[in-house]
């Protein structure tokens, strides 16, 4: 009888029931909202900040992943030679080779890394000497524009960079085969405007 | 990245720093104020029958409100496909920042939802009543559930629903231009953007966003009363033509303001904004934009409005001039958005922005979430019936 007369007045048909209905309906929806609020926000969000607090400590705790070219040159004698004399000197050796971790962990090799060749070598190269990305200092990384670059040089256009330069230090072939050859340096022209 | 590997130096002018060469914002962030802008307009129509009592507007008033709750529910969808994660979106309500204007978005979306949807609900309860009664199985379900289980349509409750209505649709008007000022904003606030960087840019905005809605109102009226055969009220289409009109002018009033301005001012970066105008966007700004889709509609506007035509003759004219001015609100938003970007911050320099067809925000994609709102409103006519019967 109870229910009966508890249904009865849910279901019954006011001129105003309908709106009742529906703020009753909004409360219950700010309440969800509130609840899912309390129930779904991070546990130290707003702590210190507009922020969670233990994403500090956690990200503090990452495994580190990158290391020095200190660290890759103890071993690589022979690059370390090279890199260190070359216009690269400064260049990262992770920046075109990949992480140090992939390669070394707890003193123990567990891969080896990628060693571009061929074409990709082009795309890597162009990363930095790109002349598309004219806000480079040009007096510090040479840029160039393929393939005229190629035809300057008087080479076949599908050569590859890695074919002149050494990549850890990119003029030592080249200074030392014009020196062979004889060739005077030419005055680098400035870019046009 | 193609710019990067292949070496060519054709897409690029000037000084550009490295990380200003790729366009971040693409074509998903223009459909986003695109699909807005069309919500807060189309409200704007049903408002003006509902606050401003412009009785003319009667035929369109409740379709008006449905194209803009079908476009409203698709709002948020190049958003998400730009941000990829679309399960992180709700982390903005659960954590929000009173600071940040883009996190306010999702309580300015979803308060001007509610308040769209209780206006409708409200419109259509004597109908969804009738509905409900006349109805069987699943249908009726759904019907006693969005008129709230109540069948009194009382001369009292009606009076009840109708002040309800007027007030719902008045605070939905501040509402619709919060909701669209706020992304025109959004823009505005970007200090670092000479283009975006101007108050009048949420202003432009809200009328451009009120040109879009009406066009659209006005084209989809026409196409489907057409389709159904159905006689056209041609009082109607002259109010919201006229309405269109002056809402326009205003609109390209303010835009070219916003160019001459500062071309006459010769303002901090007026060179690189002249540069952009008249180098990359030459196109798509001066002959699209203010051109083919402003200017050519301006004369269809003192044709149609202030002479004579033909009634058949004036429907294709609207027809015609309102499918120039949702392309007008396109261009415009593509040339803010993406125009917008394709300066470099050294103020040196132009990149360009070549849309793609198969890519994640590509142009398949902006056909697909521009098809959506239409399929949206499809099933909504099947449950609210758009148009008013020669009784009600």
Not at chain 1, 81 to 109: N, W
Not at chain 2, 78 to 85: M, N, R, T
Not at chain 2, 241 to 260: C, K, R, S
Request: contains cysteine.
């Amino acid at each position: 009888m109870h229910i009966q007369s508890v249904r009865r007045y849910l279901l019954q048909s006011n001129h105003n029931s309908h709106v009742k209905r529906i703020i009753v309906g909004l409360l219950v929806l700010a309440v969800f909202g509130f609840a899912s609020k309390l129930i779904f926000a991070p546990a130290t969000f707003g702590d210190l900040g507009h922020y969670r607090a233990k994403a500090i400590l956690e990200e503090a705790n990452l495994e580190p992943r990158l290391m020095t070219n200190e660290s890759c040159l103890t071993c690589h004698q022979h690059e370390k030679r090279k890199h260190l004399k070359g216009t690269h000197k400064t260049v990262s050796c992770e920046f075109c080779h990949g992480a140090y971790f992939d390669h070394i962990l707890d003193d123990k090799k567990i891969g080896t890394l990628d060693v571009k060749k061929g074409e990709e070598i082009r795309v890597l190269c162009l990363r930095c000497h790109n002349k598309e990305i004219q806000a480079r200092p040009t007096d510090k990384i040479k840029t160039v524009a393929l393939p005229q670059h190629l035809e300057e040089k008087r080479v076949r256009t599908t050569h590859t960079c890695d074919q002149c330069h050494y990549v850890h230090a990119p003029l030592e072939y080249v200074n030392l085969a014009k020196k062979m050859m004889r060739i005077k340096d030419e005055p680098e022209k400035e870019p046009c405007p | 990245m193609d710019v990067l590997s292949n070496g060519a130096v054709t897409t690029v002018s000037n000084f550009v720093f490295p990380n200003d060469l790729h366009v971040h914002w693409s074509m998903m962030i223009v459909l986003y104020p695109y699909i807005t802008g069309i919500v807060a307009g189309a409200f704007i129509v049903s408002s003006l029958y509902h606050v401003f009592n412009i009785k003319a507007l009667k035929p369109v008033s409740r379709f008006s409100l449905l194209f803009a709750l079908a476009f409203l529910a698709c709002a948020t969808l190049p958003l998400l496909v730009h941000l990829g994660h679309p399960e992180r979106s709700m982390n903005m309500m659960i954590t929000p920042s009173p600071s940040s204007a883009m996190a306010g978005f999702g309580y300015i979306y979803a308060l001007y939802g509610i308040v769209l949807v209780l206006e409708i609900l409200f419109i259509y309860r004597p109908k969804l009543v009738q509905l409900q009664a006349g109805s069987a199985g699943w249908m009726q379900k759904i019907y006693t559930l969005l008129s709230f289980g109540s069948d009194n349509v009382t001369p009292e409750s009606l009076a009840l629903d109708k002040k309800i209505i007027k007030f719902l649709a008045a605070i939905g008007i501040p509402m619709a231009c919060l909701l669209h000022g706020y992304v025109g904003f959004i823009f505005g606030g970007v200090k670092a953007n000479p283009t975006w960087s101007t108050p009048l840019m949420p202003v432009i905005f809200l009328l451009s966003a009120c040109v879009s809605g009406i066009s659209g109102i006005i084209l989809l009226y026409i196409l489907t009363k057409k389709y159904r055969r159905e006689s056209l009220n041609l009082e109607c289409i002259k109010t919201c033509f006229n309405y269109l009109a002056g809402f326009f002018i205003i609109d390209f009033t303010f835009e070219m303001l916003e160019v001459f301005s500062h071309s006459y001012l010769r303002s901090g970066y007026h060179h690189m904004v002249e540069g952009l105008l008249n180098g990359p966007l030459y196109i798509s700004f001066w002959v699209a934009q203010v051109f083919m889709f402003s200017v050519v509609p301006l004369f269809l506007f003192g044709w149609l409005c202030l002479t004579r035509v033909k009634d058949r003759l004036y429907i294709l004219g609207t027809m015609v001039t309102s499918g120039l001015l949702l392309l007008q609100v396109l261009y415009m938003r593509w040339n803010v958005v993406i125009g917008g970007q394709l300066m470099s911050k050294s103020a040196r320099g132009y990149t360009e922005f070549h849309p793609q067809w198969f890519h994640k925000e590509g142009i398949i994609t902006a056909i697909i979430l521009m098809s959506l709102p239409f399929i949206v409103l499809f099933f909504l006519g099947k449950i609210f019936p758009f148009w008013l019967e020669e009784s009600e």
